[in-house]
DNA sequence: CGGTATTTGATATGGTGGATAACAATTATC
DNA sequence: GATAATTGTTATCCACCATATCAAATACCG
């Protein structure tokens, strides 16, 4: 029914330490009025997006891969067979601008082209050996550094629960 | 078990007749298996704002602003007498980008720059007439379209749960 | 079979956001 | 009063996203 509200949620709901703000526009430092901005779901949508995505790369700088290059091995890894097109449409990317990003990935010698037999005008996309090492080294950063700080944020259930509200929104919206 | 029915939970039961099903026979087309893709909250929570950010220029396409534009029509009518640097910052552009911005809001006389007396270098930023009547024209359309259709799809008390984490992300992660 | 339509990967191109450097005018600082 | 800092602005640059188009290969269909 209703949501428990945990710490995790509510934790920063601490209001900012007020401050007398004088009738004319003089002071400065005082924070803006968020107004009807806070209760604009996308607005925090895309704000959180990006704190996630930066802390994402943060995490795996190590091995220099974007989130959406993660997205690509993952793929390749569970979907072994697909061509560009497959891959590129399950992930939302068109086809054009799938070109150059695994242009970038093959160059790197973490995944391949290979000329389909059946139909030779796709090719199919396989990891390559360094492109597993990688990915399984990713997973592993993604998880202990990434996941793991979210989890703190949120905790487990309310994590979980995000989780879910975005994968419907992302699916049925 | 101890989780309580932390809506997102039952998010996806939330009314929703079905639509569109590609219920084809598709004896060619298998899904493609996401794998750890779905349990990347990076994923979801870009997929989903990609949805969302649709959906607002869709319910909004009447007075043509974009979620930016909108949120800079927000902020000026909570926060008068505010400077451009101070406008931009609190919504995490970057002033030389706001520039541009700003043309096209005072182009189309939603808003206007006026020369600070006190600081002859600042441009304060006001809302015209017309930027006020579009202001209150696009908060009715977003509340009656396009948060309702999102309290629609979570319901009322998994949206607010929803917003409450994402708030959190984007303030403390 | 042969002609047409479709698909696949690819290129070119344009638009939009986001980021940095630099600059003139103005103000703050010492 | 000389120097530093701030404000709005311009000029670039880069990452993404979207469309049109193309050659090669395949599917379709009379």
Redo the contacts between chains.
């Keep these: ?4 509200k945990t710490a ?5 709901k601490a209001a900012r330490p007020g401050r007398k703000e004088p009738v004319e ?2 002071a400065e430092g005082t924070a ?22 930066d ?2 790369l943060r995490c795996v700088a190590p091995l220099q891969l974007t ?1 959406a290059q ?2 690509v091995l ?2 390749l ?3 072994p067979g ?1 061509n560009q097109t ?2 590129a449409n ?1 992930l ?1 990317i068109l086809r054009p601008n799938f070109v150059a990003m695994l242009d970038g990935l093959e160059s790197r010698d973490l995944c391949a082209r290979i000329r389909s037999t059946n139909d030779r005008r796709s090719h199919i996309l396989v990891l390559t050996d360094k492109g597993r090492a990688v990915l399984t080294r990713a ?1 592993k950063l ?1 998880a202990s550094k ?2 793991a ?2 989890n703190e ?2 905790g487990p ?14 699916r ?2």
């Design positions: 029914m209703t949501v428990s995790a949620v509510d934790a920063g526009a003089a803006l009025q968020m107004g009807e901005l806070s209760e604009l779901l996308g607005y925090s949508l895309k704000r959180a997006q990006l704190k996630v995505f802390d994402f989130p993660f997205s993952l793929l890894d569970k979907n697909r497959e891959i399950t939302g997973k993604v990434h996941e700080r979210l944020l949120l259930a309310n994590r979980a629960a995000l989780l879910d509200m975005l994968a419907t929104i992302a049925e919206f």
